[in-house]
């Protein structure tokens, strides 16, 4: 397990921003700053230390990880891969989480290549093997990325932080970004199981993005089926309210939703640099 060659040369030392090379298992700038890759093929290029609860948790990452393989989200997959097309440059997905969809878009564009950017390590040991053309950086996405000016085809944000300015920043000039983001009626049948969807995401991602870029297209993945009962526990137990399974009888409302049918309701749109 190692990093693509061509994702080093997207890599900047994320102490002083010089190009970096890999020597071995570590990481260098010319300035001697050095990452080592953690033996699971991650690098972590953070120096600061981040907020406590910003990282999905093991629990999470697991849960995740177990509902992706489940194939619940197999066609938002699709749709993600479909919007980001077959591209031969570098795919930057932040907030990678387990490298789920980086991987499906990679298998669907030959030539390409992955980085994917996550604030947790421990997401980050399972996308680092999701994928033999990707790398995994350990980074807080709302700090300037440790990459350079773009470098990248096609940059991904699948229920994860936007940080458009650089997003911007890295995209090549005409590149994309694809988001994907719930909507209203998504996992709603499991109720305050879940964190509800904000009835004015569609503003709010406007207006986190609209003064970089303009929405190209989107589409909507809308689906209602059977959750089977590990698919339901995993589904609340990877989000934030996973934390509180022990308050107001989740437990129990959690046995009851087992084989109920379950909307789920996605956006994947495609965004342009103004
Ligand atoms: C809802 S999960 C989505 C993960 C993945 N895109 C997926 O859909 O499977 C959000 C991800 O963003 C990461 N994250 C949250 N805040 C972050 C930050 N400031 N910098 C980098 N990653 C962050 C979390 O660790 C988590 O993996
Ligand atoms: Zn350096």
Redesign the pocket.
Known sequence: MSFPARVVDALRCSVCASPVTLDERTLRCAQRHSFDLARQGYVNLLHARIPAG???TAPMVDA?AAF?ASGAYAPLAAAIADAAGATTGLVI?A????G??LSRVLDGAPEAVGLA????AI?LRRAARAHARLGAAV????EPWPVGDGVASVVLD????RNASEFHRVLTPGGKLVVASPLPGHLAELGDLVLAVDSRKEERLEAALGGFFARESAVEVVRTGEFSAAQVRDVVAMGPAGFHLDRDNRRERLAAAAGRAVTVAVSVSVWRQR
Request: proline share 8%; aromatic share 20%.
């Open positions: 910003t990282a999905d995740r992706l997905d907030g990678a989480g387990p789920y969809y950017l996550d604030v947790s997401a980074w807080n996405l709302w699948v229920f994860s932080p």
